[in-house]
């Protein structure tokens, strides 16, 4: 059983960096599509971005694109999320996410961490 467990999130101000990573444990990654999802208070989970089992095929939404970068490395079992000129808009909380695809569709997607805070405020 795919487990995966998120991390590097945190406080940051406007205009700011965080490296958000999505470790797997129970099954190699590289059978696996990730995305990275988020959730801000009061809404619904959206996509963020998403990145096939190698790295040559990747996803974003339009929000979050030209400022944050996703890649894996398979031999650590691990996916990255680079997000930098982070805005307050992109507060919440961030889950990584294992699907046979890569989609930003929330459907497609079986294994889900528990996620990880991210708070952009001055």
């Known amino acids: 059983q795919l487990q995966l467990v998120e991390s590097g999130g945190g406080l940051v101000q406007p205009g700011g960096s965080l490296r958000l990573s999505c470790v797997a444990s129970?099954?190699?990654?590289?059978?696996?599509?990730i995305g990275w999802f988020r959730q801000a208070p009061g809404k619904e989970r959206e996509a963020v971005s998403s990145?096939?089992?190698?790295?040559?095929?990747?996803y974003y939404v339009a929000a979050v694109k030209g400022r944050f970068t996703i890649s894996r490395d398979n031999a650590k079992n691990t996916v990255y999320l680079q997000m930098n000129n982070l805005k307050p808009e992109d507060t919440g909380v961030y889950y990584c996410?294992?699907?046979?695809?890569?989609?930003?569709?929330?459907?497609?997607?079986?294994?889900w961490g528990q996620g990880t805070q991210v708070t952009v405020s001055s």
């Open positions: 990145i096939g089992r190698s790295d040559d095929i990747t």
């Open positions: 129970g099954s190699a990654l590289d059978g696996y599509a």
């Open positions: 996410a294992a699907a046979t695809i890569a989609t930003l569709s929330e459907n497609w997607y079986n294994y």
